[in-house]
């Protein structure tokens, strides 16, 4: 299992990429093999990632994850194939639908079918990614073209969780990206359903990112009400309640990986042994207790 981090979009002396430059740095230092960021309502990621990492040492970058929705495929796939030029081919694209609040009360577009969505994007998506003409129409999207962009060839990640998903994700991309997922949950659903996809397609073992809120700390009981805390909105989300939900966890801070060293390996190796194959923490800070994050 290879293990990466999420980095934070804090700014340093009022400069965001100076900061995700040192963070990207910083983790390389101490022998991470990849960094990843968000996608939300701050920078964009893809060109911050872009704009820090060729700053910074070669580890790998990705998104986690970019919506679909506001951007076409074929200009996502000219972005991302752009990224990874300029990062010397080490960009991983994440990809997600994101939550109907944000694509219907946001964005104004309709959430309808998002299965359906998805499928469609990734058909355009991925072959345009590697560099193939594509002649596509579908119910929701079309295109009809062949980017000239440098940077083909770079792994397009999904984020997963449902049946579905995990389908199209062992299908038509190189794996998923999950978020608030705990180990029953991979090893019992997710681990079976993408890679019995991949097989059944013909296509290679595909990757599983898991990324989960990460605290060292001597006040495990604290750290768990404090993960409850600072991620609450994500057990309201019903993609990530369904997790929660099969994981028997009642809040974040139940699949939160916290406790002194010994329980925090122990807990990776939980993970590593439900079939995950990058682990990427979250730090998180507990608050009074002594922590490390």
């Known amino acids: 299992m290879r293990y990466g981090i999420l980095l934070s979009e804090n700014a ?7 900061g995700l430059r040192d963070q990207i740095a910083d983790a390389a230092d101490r022998g991470f093999s990849s960094a990843w960021m968000s996608n939300i309502f701050g920078l964009d990621a893809i060109a911050a990632l872009t704009a820090a990492g060729v700053q910074a040492p070669p580890i790998e970058l990705g998104t986690a994850v970019v919506p679909t929705y506001p951007r076409h495929p074929a200009a996502l796939a000219q972005q991302a194939m752009t990224a990874n030029a300029a990062l010397g081919g080490r960009f991983t694209l994440g990809v997600g639908l994101s939550h109907k609040v944000v694509i219907e009360d946001v964005y104004g577009y309709s959430f309808e079918r998002p299965g359906r969505h998805m499928k469609e994007y990734l058909e355009i998506l991925v072959p345009l990614t590697r560099g193939e003409k594509v002649s596509y129409r579908g119910e929701t ?15 397009v990640l999904v984020a997963a969780l449902g049946p579905r998903m995990l389908k199209l994700a062992g299908t038509l991309a190189a794996g998923t990206v999950l978020w608030m997922t705990g180990p029953k949950t991979i090893a019992e659903h997710i681990a079976p359903t993408i890679k019995a996809a991949a097989a059944e397609a013909g296509r290679e073992a595909p990757r599983i990112v898991c990324s989960l809120p990460i605290c060292v700390t001597d006040d495990p009981e604290g750290a768990v009400a404090r993960a409850n805390e600072i991620f609450s909105m994500y057990g309201t989300l019903p993609s990530y309640r369904a997790m929660l939900d099969r994981e028997g966890a009642a809040g974040p801070g139940d699949v939160a990986v916290v406790g002194d060293e010994e329980t925090v390996l122990a807990r990776l190796e939980t993970l590593r042994q439900a079939g995950v194959t990058d682990f990427v923490g979250a730090p998180f800070a507990a608050g009074g207790a002594r922590s490390t994050c």
């Open 12 to 18: 340093k002396d009022g400069d965001p990429i100076t």
């Open 141 to 155: 999207l079309q295109a009809g073209l062949r980017l000239t962009t440098p940077g083909a060839g770079l792994p």
